[in-house]
């Protein structure tokens, strides 16, 4: 069955670094696209960005130049590389398997909470 | 700038009672729209695609319908593990995605 677990997430002061990690299995991992969604209390669910499996990418404005998004096809694994955090960049941050056919996210991870305080 | 806005914010409700969440888009939706469900301490889980189209396992009491600008997303007939948040969800180009801000389901 297709499993998504994310890694990684923690506790940053503002303008610091982490790195969220998601291993998946299950599924042809070259045959998608990933994405990167955030859920927070104020905003709701917000995708972030999303990596082909021609590791083209793309990000939503407000973290462009901030966060790369990464793939290892080797260990079927994403990341999200996340620098300059913002108070704003708190969040429960999802991985979730892209299926641009149907323009869903058809399986997502467990989550993982970044918390940006000083 | 896509932007969809779900009504009600919160949908007090009976077990069995038929109940219908609406999702408006600010402009005409051309492709595609998908419904999630999430539980408290829970991901999102896929329900509906491309409008009205069940994900796999997904209910039969769970429907979705609508075109161009208004959409809805209906249960015939809630079970008490239907009680959560449903968010609607539109992939356009600005942003990639767009999300509601959920309907909860509330007993």
């Known amino acids: 069955q297709v499993q998504l677990v994310e890694s990684g997430g923690g506790l940053v002061k503002p303008g610091g670094s982490l790195r969220l990690s998601c291993a998946t299995s299950?599924?042809?991992?070259?045959?998608?696209?990933m994405s990167w969604v955030r859920q927070t209390p104020g905003k709701g669910l917000e995708w972030v960005a999303y990596i082909t499996a021609w590791n083209y990418t793309r990000y939503v404005d407000s973290v462009q130049g901030r966060f790369t998004i990464s793939r290892d096809s080797a260990k079927k694994s994403v990341s999200l590389q996340m620098n300059s955090l913002r108070v704003e960049d708190t969040a429960v941050y999802y991985c979730?398997?892209?299926?641009?056919?149907?323009?869903?996210?058809?399986?997502w991870g467990q989550g993982a909470l970044v918390t940006v305080s000083s | 700038e896509a932007v969809l806005t779900q009504s009600p914010a919160t949908l007090y409700v009976s077990p069995g009672e038929r109940v219908t969440l609406s999702c408006r888009a600010s402009?005409?939706?051309?492709?595609?729209l998908a419904w999630y469900q999430q539980k408290p301490g829970q991901a999102p889980r896929l329900l509906i695609y491309?409008?009205?189209n069940r994900a796999t396992g997904i209910p039969a009491r769970f429907s979705g319908g609508g075109s161009g600008t208004d959409f809805t997303l209906t249960i015939s007939s809630l079970e008490s593990e239907d009680f959560a948040v449903y968010y609607c969800q539109q992939r356009s180009n600005r942003p990639r995605d767009a999300f509601g801000q959920g309907t909860k389901v509330e007993i």
């Open positions: 299950g599924f042809i991992f070259s045959d998608y696209y």
């Open positions: 491309d409008t009205s």
């Open positions: 402009q005409r939706v051309s492709g595609f």
């Open positions: 979730a398997r892209d299926d641009i056919k149907r323009g869903v996210f058809d399986y």
